[in-house]
């Protein structure tokens, strides 16, 4: 409690603010704004990375993808995957042009193609080399730069030294998925190295991996309560309604899962979406909304990239994860899996939601 002349201020962890991490070749605006619509509840959303290259103009795709008329979420921060600054300022000007006051870097990507070149977490072995760029990018950038990063490349103890680097410089927040370049996605993320970021680091820190459930968010709660922000990637393509859990369980607390009789179904606090929550949803009211959401994100595919292969892949790749969401998912993540073309994809939508507008 904090005295100000005589008025008392009762100091409450500060509301966790809830990312939607970056994920390449499925994240893009298309898929953003539907979520946005259906789901919600994100506090900020990450653009998959732009590449920075010698040319001066984005690739038509990347600038599509950000921008802004495009985009109809609250928080939208472009990331820039570069390990040379000229290229990096280069991109965040035109990021600067376009209004953007943000930008993210990328030194987490762990595929060989990229690590191969000393980008992503590549970058994370030639501290010299990085230490310069940073200072280069931070003394001359117009925009505020976060980071999201890996611990290392091959050892969760190269982190200390990376940390010093990152904490001579104005990062505006720093986004820590623990594991290093060569475990990709397997093995667990290293809670204990992400504690002695939390001691060390002196920029507001964020928690990305592995948080596919209420209780998963728990769990980093109860060991980081000092964390106040967390990123979620593959928890929520397969719980798209994982961000308003969270959201609802900030405001009314973890015993408080039953609802008040005077509260409609899908109420929730506020900033939810435009959706609404998900506290007292029936089971049914849930499924339906994900044949909504699904349904909706086919029509925006095919509206914009045209009805065809390539937005099929695109469902199928969400179902991979989203199947887990539904009763009988393994089932359905094969019966996904065999259809051929966008037709049968949409036959098998009617049949297991049927009450849902196929759009
Ligand atoms: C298919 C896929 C694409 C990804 N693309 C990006 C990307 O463009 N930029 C980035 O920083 N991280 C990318 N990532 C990493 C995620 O943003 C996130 O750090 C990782 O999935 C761990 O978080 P999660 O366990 O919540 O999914 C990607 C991950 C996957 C699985």
Redesign the pocket.
Known sequence: MTEIGTIFIIEWRTVMQVYF???????GYVFRNVFEKYYGGIDRY????ITATDSKRLRNKEMRDILPENNQVGCLIP?I?SNRAEEFLRVAGQMADLGYDTV?L?L???ARTVVSKGK?SGFLARTVALDRFLEEIYRECPLKISI?TRLGVDDPEEFPEIIDIYNQYPVEEL?I?P?VQKDY?KNT?NLDMFAEAVQRCNMPLCY?????SLEDYDRICARFPEVTRV???????AHPELALQIREREAYGKEQTAPSSDEGAGNGPQNMSGAGGMRNLSEKERLNRIGAYANALCKAYCEAYGPGQPVLFKMK?LWDFLADSMPDGKKLRKKVHKVQRLDGYQRLMREVFPEIDPL
Request: hydrophobic letters at 30%; a neutral charge.
């Open positions: 991490a970056p994920l390449e070749s499925i994240t990450f653009t998959p990375f990331q995957m993210n990328n987490g990507c762990p992503g999201k986004i998925h594991r996605y993320p990305n991996g592995d948080i596919c990123m979620i990637g593959r928890g929520l393509l790749e």
